[in-house]
């Protein structure tokens, strides 16, 4: 099992993420029973930050999601790393997208 860095948030983005230490086994499991998947959106890093830091994250994923167009089909004119407020957010969007 790997130790890894869990940041995770429900439907609701306006709610604070869930972020902790968890040990993770190779089949996406926390220690190898609960299926990281139910948690709605999550991400893993090794990287430890706030819940703050996090939500910048998981704004800029999001946005990088939508693509040329957002849900109206306007285009889409932010950029993910204008979400992006620290270096520890920076680092942690850089090594997930990087995958």
Do not use: H
Request: hydrophobic content about 30%; proline content about 5%.
């Amino acid at each position: 099992m790997k130790n890894k860095f869990l940041c995770t948030t429900n439907a609701n983005r306006y709610n604070a993420p869930a972020c902790r230490w968890v040990k993770i086994d190779e089949r996406n499991c926390i220690e190898g029973e609960t299926p990281v998947e139910d948690f709605g959106m999550y991400f893993l890093t090794d990287i430890e930050c706030t819940p703050e830091e996090a939500m910048q994250v998981f704004y800029a994923l999001m946005i990088e999601e939508e693509g040329e167009f957002d849900y109206r089909g306007d285009p889409v004119t932010d950029k993910p790393e204008d979400e992006l407020k620290t270096e520890t957010s920076r680092a942690i969007y850089q090594a997930i997208t990087n995958q």
